[in-house]
């Protein structure tokens, strides 16, 4: 397997730099504060996300800011839920982004959004899913659990209107900020809508689509399937991580 550092979310026990890290860990003052880390990678930036329970005592913040010098990471502290991940200090402030190469993106995210873990791959996912979808210029298409919109902006790329919907108001707002930031404002439009919980009347309210990706989590999309219109999209394609 590959050693290099790839866009999105790993273990603190992948190889490299960060076997260090269980040592390191083992021997905070602090540990039992201290019940998770995730890292998140990006192209130019590499941070770590320390779940805290309780402030970390000074020794514990020396180790770290020497082993975030040697490794050349940034520290972001998350005392609360996701949103409340913060860097450590302020030269430890990430811009963590993921480029999409072949339709001329850069798409960011913060250390606590998910994102594909591996970028290599991810990349080979939305040319695959756009290669099925074969979007056409002028149509209007729907990105279903668009998240910050991976799929959402190369579909756009591709001259077609794309409306994506999501859950969580705080991706709908990043996935608006990446079409801004990628000059895709005008085709590419974000809405907040609960997937899980729909019907035929609500989704109707987004309009008609002539195409259709959907990309769940694992529980699946069966009340969005259950509430397409018999005159839906002519074509879907579905990304998922189970597909039974």
Request: aromatic share 6%; proline share 9%; net charge neutral.
């Amino acid at each position: 397997p590959s050693l290099l550092p790839l866009p999105g979310h790993f273990p603190i026990s992948s190889p490299g730099p960060y076997r260090p890290w269980r040592g390191r860990v083992t021997a905070f003052s602090s540990r039992r504060g201290l019940p998770q880390i995730v890292r998140a990678v990006g192209e130019e930036a590499d941070v770590l996300v320390l779940r805290v329970l309780e402030p970390l005592l000074p020794p514990d913040v020396e180790a770290l800011r020497g082993f975030a010098d040697r490794h050349g990471v940034r520290l972001y502290l998350q005392p609360r839920g996701p949103e409340s991940a913060a860097p450590m200090a302020a030269t430890d402030e990430a811009d963590l982004y993921y480029a999409l190469p072949e339709f001329d993106l850069k798409i960011r995210f913060s250390p606590t959004e998910f994102t594909q873990v591996n970028h290599a791959i991810n990349q080979v996912l939305v040319r695959r899913a756009l290669a099925l979808l074969d979007p056409q210029s002028g149509e209007r298409i729907a990105d279903m659990f668009c998240g910050i919109g991976n799929f959402a902006l190369a579909i756009a790329r591709r001259h077609a209107a794309v409306v994506g919907a999501e859950g969580s108001a705080e991706l709908v707002r990043r996935a608006a900020r990446n079409a801004e930031l990628n000059a895709l404002s005008a085709t590419a439009s974000f809405v907040e809508m609960d997937l899980f919980r729909l019907d035929a009347a609500r989704l109707a309210k987004l309009g008609r689509f002539d195409r259709m990706l959907l990309d769940p989590p694992r529980d699946g999309a069966v009340e969005l399937v259950k509430s397409l219109p018999e005159d839906g999209p002519r074509r879907l394609v579905y990304v998922s991580c189970s597909p039974a």
